[in-house]
């Protein structure tokens, strides 16, 4: 199975946070929060949302960092994965 988004609709995974700080300090896993930044899997067509134009800006394979609290949660064939608005997603990561 596979999850295709409709409209101006993102899929995104979450990045694997990291256990450690820089100084060193482990994080016990009970305190750490789900990060805020993702990798897009799937982009939807985009086209007219609630009567406006909508270009996608993010493609599959871009990392991005998206609204706290912001989409929907799937669970599909054990991975899980957040459904986003574009709108939610507030800036793409270069290196």
């Known amino acids: 199975m596979r999850l295709v988004p409709l409209g101006d609709r993102v899929v995104l995974k979450h990045l694997v946070a990291e256990e450690t700080t820089k100084s060193g300090i482990v994080l016990p896993g009970q305190s750490k929060e789900k ?5 897009v899997i799937a982009v939807g067509p985009g086209g007219m949302v609630d009567g406006k134009e909508v270009k996608m ?4 394979g871009d990392q991005v960092i998206y609204s706290k609290y912001s989409g929907t949660e799937v669970k599909l064939d054990e991975e899980e994965f957040i459904v986003v608005k574009q709108s939610d997603i507030v800036a793409i990561i270069e290196a």
């Open 35 to 39: 990060p805020q930044q993702a990798e």
């Open 57 to 60: 800006e993010v493609k599959p």
